[in-house]
Every structure is written in structure tokens, then in C-alpha cells.
């Protein structure tokens, strides 16, 4: 295959942000989810319409502001260098920490949306049976939201690995650092090494069929309602 080692290396470093920004994705996600899927109030209809905003805002709009917040004035700024972590622009975890917020829909909607599919019958069931809110929602409500969470799994990633406004905005161009794969095939146009190019977009677009058609295979495989 006719790709350089600094193809590798984008390849390399979107793997590893998609696996970790997935993983934190899961973690924040879920309880984030089970409360929005269950509240009411007008806070919980704020925050969802909060959580969905990337899904409508410009990449660019959402990366300037969270470099100027990540920035030496800024209060994320201001907080990372008070514990000596230093500035977060420009840098991995600085990515990372932008893609868990620019991916958030993708994890929280398909949750939510499995959360509220189950229904209060099998928690009212649960309890009836003396099972505490944690045994219900680890031996009940997870395995009934299964689909739920291999959707939220598997649009986190994909969305994670095809970001480039706001990677870019935020991570820059630092080849083995904050380089990632479109980052890579933009610098590669921008050079008119269109056959290195056509390696890595193909790659992309194959990526991106098969997840869709998966998701596509375990919709078609959930019971019908």
C-alpha cells in the first residue's frame, strides 16, 4: 500500500483519539442520557437542546471558542495552568477533550432515544421484586439498551474519525502529535499528491459505508415496536 510513514502516523493518532473519545463518550454519556431520557423540566429540555447543539453549529464557531476558552485568558486556560498542566491547545488531550464535546449527540441521542424505548414497566417490575435502582438499571435497563449503546458506540467513533474543522482549529497540524487523517488528506491535496490522497479518502469512504451498513444491520434486527 502506497502510503508514507506520516499516513501511518494520522492513522495511527485518529484510532487512538476515536477509541479514547468513545470510551469517555460511554462513560459521560450514559448517566448523562438515562437523566435527560427520564426528565422533564425545563433544565433537562436546556440541556438536551445544549448536548445537540454540534449537530447544528459550525465546526469552526464551536473550535474558536473553545480555543479562546482553552487559551492563557480563558477559564479552562487559566484552570490548567493553575494545576500546572499547562495549556491545552495544540495538544492531544486538548483534542481529545473537543471531540468528546463536539461527538456528544452522537452518543447521548441514540441513548436517550433507548432509554426512553424501554418504558417504566420493567423498572415498576424490578421493584416490585425488591431489586435496588442499581441492580434494575445494571441487570435490566442495560441489556434492554443494548442496541442503544452499539449505535452510540459505533456513531462516536465513526463521527470522532472523520472530524477536521474543529480538530484542526484546536489540534493544529503537528505532525505525531495533532495530525489526524483528514488533517493528513487536506495537507496531501494541498500538495497535489492526489494519489496519496485517493489511498487514504478511499479508505475513509469504505470506513464509512461499512459502519453505516452495520447500523443499518442491527436496526433492521431490533423487534419490531
Same mark, same amino acid.
Given at each position: /500500500?502506497?502510503?508514507a510513514a506520516?499516513?501511518w502516523?494520522?492513522?495511527?493518532? =485518529?484510532?487512538?483519539l476515536?477509541? =479514547?473519545?468513545?470510551?469517555?463518550?460511554?462513560?459521560l454519556?450514559?448517566?448523562? &442520557?438515562?437523566? +435527560?431520557?427520564?426528565?422533564?423540566? +425545563?433544565?433537562?429540555?436546556?440541556?438536551? &437542546?445544549?448536548?445537540?447543539?454540534?449537530?447544528? +453549529?459550525?465546526?469552526?464557531? +464551536?473550535?474558536?471558542?473553545l480555543?479562546? !476558552? /482553552?487559551?492563557?485568558q480563558?477559564p479552562?486556560?487559566r484552570?490548567?495552568?493553575?494545576?500546572g *498542566?499547562?495549556?491545552?491547545?495544540?495538544?492531544? &488531550?486538548?483534542?481529545?477533550?473537543?471531540?468528546?464535546?463536539?461527538?456528544?449527540?452522537?452518543?447521548?441521542?441514540p441513548?436517550?432515544?433507548?432509554?426512553?424505548?424501554?418504558?417504566?414497566?420493567?423498572?415498576?417490575?424490578?421493584?416490585?421484586?425488591?431489586?435496588?435502582?442499581?441492580?434494575?438499571?445494571?441487570?435490566?435497563?442495560?441489556?434492554?439498551?443494548?442496541?442503544g449503546?452499539?449505535? !452510540?458506540?459505533?456513531?462516536?467513533?465513526?463521527? =470522532?474519525v472523520?472530524?477536521?474543522?474543529?480538530?484542526?482549529?484546536?489540534?493544529?497540524?503537528?505532525?505525531?502529535?495533532?495530525?489526524?487523517?483528514?488533517?493528513?488528506i487536506?495537507?496531501?491535496?494541498?500538495?497535489?499528491?492526489? &494519489?496519496q490522497?485517493? *489511498?487514504?479518502?478511499?479508505? /475513509?469512504?469504505?470506513?464509512?459505508?461499512?459502519?453505516?451498513?452495520?447500523l443499518?444491520?442491527?436496526?433492521?434486527?431490533?423487534?419490531?415496536?
Amino acid at each position: /500500500m502506497p502510503l508514507a510513514a506520516e499516513d501511518w502516523s494520522a492513522i495511527r493518532l =485518529t484510532l487512538e483519539l476515536a477509541t =479514547t473519545t468513545t470510551i469517555l463518550l460511554l462513560l459521560l454519556g450514559t448517566p448523562l &442520557a438515562w437523566w +435527560l431520557a427520564r426528565s422533564r423540566s +425545563l433544565l433537562g429540555q436546556a440541556v438536551g &437542546a445544549l448536548v445537540t447543539l454540534p449537530l447544528v +453549529l459550525p465546526p469552526t464557531v +464551536l473550535g474558536f471558542y473553545l480555543l479562546l !476558552a /482553552m487559551g492563557s485568558q480563558g477559564p479552562l486556560g487559566r484552570l490548567t495552568l493553575w494545576l500546572g *498542566w499547562g495549556l491545552l491547545p495544540f495538544t492531544f &488531550a486538548g483534542l481529545v477533550i473537543t471531540s468528546v464535546l463536539y461527538s456528544l449527540p452522537f452518543a447521548v441521542q441514540p441513548l436517550v432515544q433507548a432509554f426512553r424505548a424501554i418504558g417504566p414497566r420493567p423498572l415498576e417490575v424490578a421493584a416490585t421484586l425488591r431489586a435496588s435502582p442499581w441492580d434494575a438499571f445494571f441487570s435490566v435497563v442495560l441489556p434492554l439498551a443494548k442496541p442503544g449503546f452499539i449505535t !452510540a458506540t459505533v456513531m462516536s467513533f465513526a463521527h =470522532t474519525v472523520g472530524e477536521f474543522g474543529v480538530v484542526l482549529m484546536i489540534g493544529g497540524n503537528i505532525p505525531d502529535r495533532t495530525r489526524v487523517i483528514s488533517v493528513q488528506i487536506y495537507d496531501r491535496v494541498e500538495a497535489l499528491e492526489y &494519489a496519496q490522497a485517493h *489511498w487514504l479518502a478511499g479508505g /475513509m469512504l469504505v470506513f464509512s459505508f461499512v459502519v453505516l451498513f452495520g447500523l443499518h444491520l442491527v436496526a433492521a434486527r431490533r423487534p419490531a415496536p
